[in-house]
């Protein structure tokens, strides 16, 4: 569920607001999803269109998402499914990274990967 909720929150952040309309008070500068799905995938394509302001947090906001091609707790599919949700929509600094034999679980080479993509995007490197 963590990969779900880190979307989720995503989506309240380019909307500024929850679903139940309250306003959605945090800045989100990056978001990672392992082995997960997107919520209200079906719902994102007209919340999007509607407002300039959420299509340019859209298209800059980075999201990288990791998914094992062996994963029988979420399948493969959802991850790729949702990927192409968020990058039809406009999410255009979104990375989907596959794992040959990985189930639901983490690997060193994945968490490596991870730490390098967080690095890079919040500007930790030049510290």
Known sequence: ?????????????????????????????????????LPCSK????????????????????????????DDVVP???GEKFALALSSNGFENMTFKSYNGLGHYTIPEEMEEVCTWLTSKLGLDSR
């Open 1 to 37: 569920m963590g990969a779900a909720t880190s979307l989720y929150f995503a989506t309240c952040f380019i909307h500024g607001k929850y679903e139940n309309g309250d306003l959605y008070p945090a800045n989100v500068s990056a978001v990672v999803g392992l082995s997960g799905w």
């Open 43 to 70: 719902n994102l394509k007209a919340k999007i269109e509607r407002h300039d302001e959420v299509a340019r947090r859209v298209a800059s906001l980075p999201i990288l998402l990791c998914h094992g091609k062996g």
């Open 76 to 78: 493969y599919k959802f």
